[in-house]
């Protein structure tokens, strides 16, 4: 008789699951690393707006149209147009956080002032980072002012990462995720 005997077709079946085993994980780490370049372009791409944006107009674009929160007395808006923030399972349409502290909001005012110094806001707010202890998901770039003498630009990305390309990189305590943040310079 011609055929393969049922070990044979045993051994077969291992080894692709080895190769799909290993194939899984690479693609998974390979689509990591592409969203964490992804947001570490339109960070810089922010950045430089707004650093640009300040040293045309002397400061920094505020938040005008957003209030500040009352307990801390910062404001965190969401660098993204609103457009870009569809509503998700985890979040509404024009948020790009589910934290009580965060304003949650687009800041029209600050994208207006922007656009005199750059076509479009960068788009980063197609990839979503939630914090299992905190119910916290967010997504996209924000600016954070009041909390330091100058805005601070930041976002998340998964995994526990040492560098985050320009700025500090501090891992969350008990998530597999670092806050990348950039207090910008004095103007």
Known sequence: MKGFT???????????G?????VIVTYTGIQSRAINASMISAFDQDEKALVAYAEEYGDYPQPTDVDPD???????VCLEESADLPAT???????????DYV???????INTELKKIITNIPN????TVSMTSASLSIRGIFLEYGVAATPVLGYYVTGNQTTCGRGTAQVVDGENMTFCYLVLSAV
């Open 89 to 99: 399972s985890q979040l509404t349409a024009g948020a790009c956080a589910t934290e």
């Open 124 to 127: 980063a707010a197609n990839y």
């Open 6 to 16: 049922i070990v044979e077709l045993l051994i077969v079946i291992v080894i692709i």
């Open 70 to 76: 009352p307990g801390s007395h910062a404001t965190y």
């Open 18 to 22: 080895i190769l799909a085993a290993i």
């Open 103 to 109: 304003t949650n909001g687009v800041s029209n005012h």
